[in-house]
């Protein structure tokens, strides 16, 4: 198993109140990615990183931010959480993103907003 | 616009039979595509994957088979057990010109029940 870890892996926050997920890996991956599910809407992308300091927004990054200061930590954060970011949070890494590369992902993170 | 469909949220298959999972896609661009196993309380998991020049990748069990033409893939689980029983995604991926086209886009997912 890739060596992915999310924290915390439940969380119950409300509404306007800031958050901050966090992916930890030991692979030395170099992409990291944060995604979204939801029931009818699949995994969804929300930021990605290509290196420390680098990333970019995906597919519904509204609300939300990202750091990667280290290889290893990807941290996304909910600046006032709001009752839609209610969702299961996934953290996935990969060593490239081309071809037959796949993505790992992480364990989970279940959030929700009151 | 969904650029990667699966079309039935759910599949119930009897022990023993094939179990069929279908994706289409929209853009002709993707060069791989990928499926991934989830159970509940779990991330996801790579199953299998295929080039766009091939038509056919096997793995066991687990067969994928894409018509480019028909800009449709699926795949096969022969024979199904009941732990397959997991919600399973299709994924594609474009041609990395850089920018956000090697991501993987998702579809919704395919909920299997494989009864016993």
């Known amino acids: 198993d890739a060596g992915i870890t999310q924290s915390p892996r439940h969380k119950v926050t409300e509404t306007g109140t800031p958050v901050t997920l966090r992916c930890h890996q030991t692979?030395?991956?170099?992409?990291m990615y944060w995604y979204r599910q939801d029931p009818g809407h699949g995994l969804r992308l929300i930021h990605y990183?290509?290196?420390?300091?680098?990333?970019d927004k995906g597919e519904v990054s509204d609300g939300y931010s990202v750091s990667r200061s280290k290889t290893e930590d990807f941290l996304l954060t909910l600046e006032s959480a709001t009752s839609s970011q209610t969702s299961v949070y996934f953290c996935?890494?990969?060593?490239?993103?081309?071809?037959?590369?796949?993505?790992?992902f992480g364990p989970g993170t279940r959030l929700t907003v009151t | 616009d969904q650029q990667v469909k699966q079309n039935s949220p759910s599949l119930s298959v009897q022990e023993g039979r094939i179990s069929i999972l279908n994706c289409d896609y929209t853009?002709?661009?993707?060069?791989?595509f990928l499926w991934y196993k989830k159970y509940p309380a779990e991330g996801p998991t790579f199953l299998i994957s295929?080039?766009?020049?091939?038509d056919k990748n096997e793995d066991g069990r687990f067969t994928v088979f894409l018509n480019k033409s028909a800009k449709h893939l699926s795949l096969h689980i022969v024979p199904s057990q009941p732990g397959d029983s997991a919600v399973y995604f299709c994924?594609?991926?474009?041609?990395?010109?850089?920018?956000?086209?090697?991501?993987?886009?998702f579809g919704k997912g395919t909920k299997l029940s494989v009864k016993p």
């Open positions: 996935a890494i990969s060593e490239k993103r081309e071809g037959p590369y796949e993505q790992y």
């Open positions: 692979e030395n991956h170099r992409y």
């Open positions: 990183s290509y290196g420390v300091k680098d990333t």
């Open positions: 853009n002709s661009m993707f060069d791989y």
């Open positions: 295929i080039s766009s020049i091939k």
């Open positions: 994924a594609a991926r474009g041609l990395n010109y850089g920018g956000s086209q090697g991501n993987l886009i």
